[in-house]
């Protein structure tokens, strides 16, 4: 599912958001929800190409043609509009997530589910993310935003996903979970970060199965004492071999030895067999 790029607000999405996010002003009359709606695509427009600190209310309602008075009575300012913006990203995207999360069982198949959409969401939405990622949490007031809150809701199910595994048995009971999702969404974000400038391109699909199994090697349960044997048995093998040249060695070493010995020409004779004189053949 591709993040929706124009999603206008409902009264009832309003009435269930929490008291800091964003919504219009007054009424939510069908007009109004029709006029709100065309600024926000004229905002999200305004803030991909410019950025946020360099966009101004008025480029944005000069975009929808109207006065930028009557802008702020629908946003009270251009935060607020910034907020919005981003719930019209996320709150799409983490109903997708809670829908095709909730048929999936097991850590291994969730995980990479998780990690795959998440790449997705640099390769379909690229100005949205430099957005996020250049323009918003770099503030010092990300920790009290309204995409922070947001983001908290999105890498839930990530939580959720750890915490059942270590409650099901699949992954070791002392994974740390907050140090999990860090890797998971920090090492995608550092990661993607030369894509989002256009250094090069990345296989979604490859990159799900690789980073997956990376993220999962050093905590699915077991993973920490079978991991070592297969290199410990390796060098034990390693070593009695080098044992057992030596001994062939030594032992050539022996046999030549004894075969040079002048002492030794010939083969004993059998117990009961007479010896042979000295000077004579032993054939006679």
């Known amino acids: 599912m591709t993040l929706s790029k124009r999603t206008p607000p409902t ?62 009575s629908y946003y009270p300012s251009k935060r607020d509009l910034l907020n919005a913006v981003l719930r019209g990203m996320y709150e799409p995207l983490i109903a997708d997530l809670e829908d095709k999360f909730s048929r999936l069982q097991g850590v291994r198949s969730r995980m990479r589910f998780l990690i795959w959409r998440h790449l997705r969401v640099y390769v379909e939405e690229p100005n949205l993310s430099r957005l996020v990622l250049h323009e918003v949490r770099t503030g010092p007031e990300y920790f009290q935003s309204v995409l922070h809150d947001l983001h908290v809701r999105y890498t839930a199910f990530l939580l959720r996903t750890v915490e059942e595994g270590i409650a099901h048995g699949e992954l070791r009971p002392d994974t740390d979970v907050e140090l999990l999702r860090s890797m998971v969404y920090g090492g995608i974000e550092h990661r993607m970060w030369g894509t989002l400038f256009g250094r090069g391109t990345v296989d979604v699909e490859a990159m799900a199965d690789r980073y997956t199994t990376m993220v999962l090697g050093s905590v699915l349960t077991g993973s920490s004492v079978q991991a070592p044997a297969p290199a410990s048995h390796g060098h034990e093998r390693a070593h009695l071999g080098q044992v057992l040249n030596e001994v062939r060695a030594r032992l050539d070493q022996i046999e030549q030895a004894v075969m040079a010995s002048p002492e030794i020409s010939s083969v004993p004779a059998k117990a009961g067999q007479p010896k042979a004189r000295h000077g004579k053949k032993a054939s006679q």
């Open 11 to 72: 009264a009832a999405a309003d009435s269930e958001a929490p008291a800091d996010f964003a919504q219009p002003a007054g009424a939510l009359t069908p007009r109004r929800m029709r006029r709100a709606a065309e600024i926000l695509v004229a905002a999200r427009d305004v803030f991909l190409e410019k950025g946020f600190d360099r966009s101004s209310v008025g480029e944005i309602a000069a975009k929808v043609g109207v006065v930028e008075g009557l802008v702020y």
